[in-house]
């Protein structure tokens, strides 16, 4: 029911910053959204997470204080502002979206984008 389309994706240096966006159609009324990622080799791993309302967010330890994850319901659109990007974060990036409140656990999202390139160069 819910479409999700990922962009803001692309090549930078290590250091530097990208801000993924998210862009919902369809209802995402009170649901929460999320970003996902999947580095070549490994497993699809939690990135971060945000409320409906926007109060409540969760960010993997891994990420805190350099990726900032926001909504805005208007727009129906996330975002994922990272920052201080290290190469071991070169991975495909998915927009995800549930109902119900903030999780970090994979399966329990229902709709999922079709992935942005991020490739942090060393």
């Known amino acids: 029911q819910v479409q999700l389309v990922e962009s803001g994706g692309g090549l930078v240096q290590a250091g530097g910053s990208l801000r993924l966006s998210c862009a919902a159609s369809g209802r995402t009324f009170n649901n929460a959204m999320g970003w996902f990622r999947q580095a070549p080799g490994k497993e699809r791993e939690f990135v971060a997470a945000i409320s409906w309302t926007g109060s409540i967010t969760s960010h993997a330890l891994s990420v805190k204080g350099r990726f900032t994850i926001s909504r805005d319901n208007a727009k129906n659109t996330v975002y994922l502002q990272m920052n201080s990007l290290k190469p071991e974060e070169t991975a495909v990036y998915y927009c995800?979206?549930?109902?119900?409140?903030?999780?970090?656990?994979?399966?329990?999202?229902?709709?999922w984008g079709q992935g942005t390139q991020v490739t942090v160069s060393s």
């Open positions: 995800a979206v549930r109902r119900g409140p903030v999780v970090s656990t994979e399966n329990l999202y229902d709709y």
